[in-house]
Every structure is written in structure tokens, then in C-alpha cells.
């Protein structure tokens, strides 16, 4: 009964191709997010979705598309892949319109390497 | 937007010795304050959090105070052992105003490395 879950685990692929990582949560949360981990362990939010609807759109490139088909699903789109991609994204769910102070629970992470 | 700032990144204690980590953010609006641990390879988690109206908060051999005045917040964690050992993150958020969302920002994280 895993709360956050996310596929694939590692994801190795060639500059130029276009992948997906996909998110579930079954917390019943209404707010999912996108965290990407750099080399140097510097975590940055990318995205967040609440209610289908995109509120945050960090100043992260065009190639990357957060999609969510319901509430429980944030799936992360990139497109043309470059070697600075590679990185590990973390999705993460809240339940932030239920409570003033909501705390936010992270997946497993996928590794994504790009060669 | 919000700036943490996070030290020290590297913090070796022996271990039974206390360990404390300091934050500093930059938005006097933000409200809520978690910390963060995170083992080589997994998923952080959530050890401890703070609101803007608590001044301290402990939970067994963890606590974390907030100074908003002064825009800092420090995690402590005292009769540290080996498990112990991991990276370290604070992370600020702003207030909810309802029909939005917002994430965390984090600081650049805390290597505590806990020495037998």
C-alpha cells in the first residue's frame, strides 16, 4: 500500500528521445508535485498541480511537460533529451487545500541518465 | 520568491553528541517549516516540521525551533547515532490563501556523518 509510487525506478536513454515518468499517489491528496535532485543533492520544485490545474510552472524548459489525468496521477513529459536532464525527479502529493500547513510526502524517486 | 539557506553542508559528530543544523529563509511570509532526512538512494522524509506560530517543537530526540523574527530555524537532535547518519534538508513554504498551491524550497541540504 505504497502512499507515493513512481515508475520507472532508473531510466537510461539517449539525448534526443522523448520519455515519461509516471506518479500515483492513493493518499487522496488534491496537490502533486515535481521535484528534480541534482548531482549535488539540490532539490527544486518543478511543478505542482492542483485540481488538474497547473499553479506553479518554475522557470524549468519547455521540454518538460507535467500532465495529470486525475487527481491521483502526475505524469512528467520531457521531450528531447539532454544530458543537463539527468537528475533524479521526485513526485511528491499534499493534501495543501484541506490544511493551512500541509506536509508533503515523496515518492521513490526515478534516476533518469541521459546519454 | 523564497531563498533558504542551509548550514553547515557537512557536519561530523561523534557519535552520543548533539547535532544542530541552522536555516535561514528570506520571505516573511512563509509559514511552515519541515525538515527532511534522506538516506544514499532513497526518497526524503519528513522527520519534523514546524508553523509560524510555535516556537519549538520536540519530538523524542529531535526538535526544531524558529526564530521569525530573525528569519532562522535550526533542527537539533541530541544522543545522535549511527543511524542518524544521512543528508539533511530544511525547507520553507508560503502561506495557503486557498484555491492555489505552492511548493517547498529547499536549503542545500546537511551531510551529517555520525562517527562511532
Known amino acids: 500500500d505504497t502512499a507515493v509510487s513512481q515508475t520507472p525506478k532508473y531510466l537510461v536513454t539517449q539525448m534526443g528521445n522523448d520519455k515519461s515518468i509516471k506518479c500515483e499517489q492513493n493518499?487522496?491528496?488534491?496537490?502533486m508535485y515535481w521535484y528534480k535532485q541534482d548531482s549535488k543533492k539540490f532539490l527544486k520544485i518543478m511543478f505542482s498541480?492542483?485540481?488538474?490545474?497547473?499553479?506553479i510552472n518554475e522557470t524549468v524548459p519547455n521540454r518538460f511537460s507535467p500532465k495529470s489525468p486525475d487527481k491521483a496521477h502526475l505524469n512528467l513529459h520531457i521531450n528531447s533529451l539532454e544530458l543537463g536532464d539527468s537528475a533524479v525527479y521526485f513526485c511528491?502529493?499534499?493534501?495543501?487545500?484541506?490544511?493551512?500547513?500541509?506536509?508533503?510526502?515523496f515518492g521513490p524517486g526515478t534516476r533518469l541518465t541521459v546519454t | 520568491g523564497e531563498n533558504v539557506e542551509q548550514h553547515p553542508s557537512t557536519l561530523s559528530v561523534q557519535e552520543g553528541d548533539s547535532a544542530v543544523i541552522k536555516c535561514t529563509y528570506s520571505?516573511?511570509?512563509?509559514?511552515?517549516f519541515p525538515w527532511y532526512k534522506q538516506e544514499l538512494g532513497k526518497r526524503p522524509q519528513l522527520i519534523i516540521d514546524?508553523?509560524?506560530?510555535?516556537g519549538e517543537k520536540k519530538d523524542q530526540r529531535i526538535a526544531v525551533t524558529l526564530n521569525k523574527t530573525a528569519k532562522h530555524f535550526s533542527l537539533h537532535i541530541t544522543e545522535t547515532q549511527p543511524e542518524d547518519s544521512a543528508v539533511y534538508f530544511c525547507?520553507?513554504?508560503?502561506?495557503?490563501?486557498?484555491?492555489?498551491?505552492?511548493?517547498?524550497?529547499f536549503g542545500k541540504g546537511t551531510h551529517l556523518i555520525i562517527q562511532p
Open positions: 511528491a502529493s499534499s493534501p495543501r487545500e484541506k490544511r493551512e500547513y500541509p506536509e508533503q510526502y
Open positions: 493518499l487522496g491528496h488534491d496537490t
Open positions: 498541480y492542483n485540481n488538474k490545474e497547473l499553479i
Open positions: 520571505d516573511s511570509a512563509s509559514n511552515y
Open positions: 514546524i508553523r509560524s506560530n510555535v
Open positions: 525547507a520553507a513554504s508560503g502561506v495557503y490563501s486557498g484555491g492555489g498551491a505552492d511548493g517547498l524550497t
